[in-house]
């Protein structure tokens, strides 16, 4: 029999470890199945894009990994059980399994209310696409004048602000952040935000923490902030199944790793993405971000390929380089960062900076929808053919 991979999710690190698992096995001797509940890619680098109104290029599954030799499965992940390699799924005709010999668990993370009152009622989430068009919709409805606050002074967060107050500059736009403006990055760096802040009319409030959303207003520590609409970006958590697996998890519910994405405790399982808990350079963990999570699966994809066919097994040594951030269309920052993710003095700022960004985006997507570029005219056999209980991959581990 076939050996049987199965990939959960799949976003940038799901879609991206199956097309590159099918680039490099022999599809005489294995069977990739790719599990996802939408049936379309969705670039969650740019929901706060579709949030502000503009349409993205619709991606389905069905034609991007058709002929590959992917299955795509349009359904639902309703449980794993790690001990029995068995994946329960839910899709148009109903409650079924999948077994598989190795599990790629790639169903990332959402929106992560931080357990502030009010925010599951009143604040609107752009962690997921239907967030996303829900805050559209609701953003459609207001008329000028009206105050919208984004919450959360990250990545997402700068982002979904200046995007915002550049599409509506008619809204009372306000941005609160825990910390200072931008705090993580360098001197420069701050100062180009604050100066695309200003431009854009943000009202910033810095060392506000929320203690509670409400229908047209938080509550935080340095006072209260209008807020017809609250947009909640202040950090992510990760899909709650996999801490109710048998799978060894963290605190927060992702699977510890080792070095090549592969659990700590269930030697057929890896896991890519804001899902696993892993060391990048210098002993610290990765960061949720696609900037992590594109060469987790690289590194995981090239690990299982390895084990299965024979081949010299990597070990992630994984480092940073930037931070791509868009303000806007119109502009944007890069920061450079050392291995570990701290800041350097270097940055792009401007015009520029957001081409650049532009072209970072692109080419993750592109890289999704085509799977399998660069086919290799042979592709690798397995040193063995596993059986249904994949008897193979253990030996091979």
Known sequence: MKH?????????????????????????????????????????????????GQDLTPRPFAEMFAGTGVEFRLAQVTAVDADRKRVAVLDAEGAGELEYDTLVYALGSGWNAQG???????????????????????????????????????????????ELAETRPDLDVHFAVRGGLGDWLSPKGREHLRK?????????????????????????ATGDIPAAVTVWTAGF?????????????????????????RSVSHPDV???????????????????SCASGVPMAQVAADAIVARLTGGRVPEASIGYFNQC???GRADGLIQ??????????????????????????????????????????????????????????????
């Open 4 to 52: 049987r991979i199965v990939v959960l999710g799949a976003g940038y690190t799901g879609a991206f470890a199956a097309g590159r698992l099918a680039r490099r096995l022999s599809p005489e001797d294995v069977a990739i199945t790719l599990v996802n509940a939408e049936p379309d890619f969705v670039e969650r680098v740019r929901m706060h894009q579709l949030a502000a």
């Open 325 to 327: 951030i868009s303000l």
């Open 196 to 220: 695309v802040a200003d431009r854009l009319g943000i009202t910033v409030h810095e060392h506000a923490a929320v203690e509670r959303v409400e229908a047209e207003r938080i509550a935080t």
């Open 336 to 397: 450079y960062v050392t291995e570990d993710d701290r800041a350097r003095n270097a940055t792009l700022r401007g015009r520029f900076a957001a081409r650049y960004k532009e072209i970072i985006c692109k080419g993750a997507a592109w890289g999704v929808a085509n799977p399998t570029f660069g086919l290799p005219t042979r592709r690798k056999r397995l040193t063995k053919t596993p059986t249904a209980q994949g008897s193979a991959m253990k030996a091979l581990a």
């Open 237 to 261: 958590a990760v899909h709650p199944l996999a801490a109710a697996t048998a799978l060894e998890v963290t605190g927060t519910g992702q699977i510890v790793l080792d070095r090549t994405m």
């Open 116 to 162: 502030v009152t009010g925010t599951a009622e009143h604040a609107y989430e752009i962690a997921s696409r239907p967030g996303a068009l829900r805050l559209r919709e609701r953003l459609a409805r207001l008329d000028a004048g009206q105050a919208v606050t984004v919450v959360g002074g990250g990545l997402t967060g700068v982002e979904a602000v200046t």
């Open 270 to 288: 890896y896991a890519v993405g804001d899902a696993g808990f892993a060391m990048g350079k210098n002993g610290k963990p990765l960061r949720m």
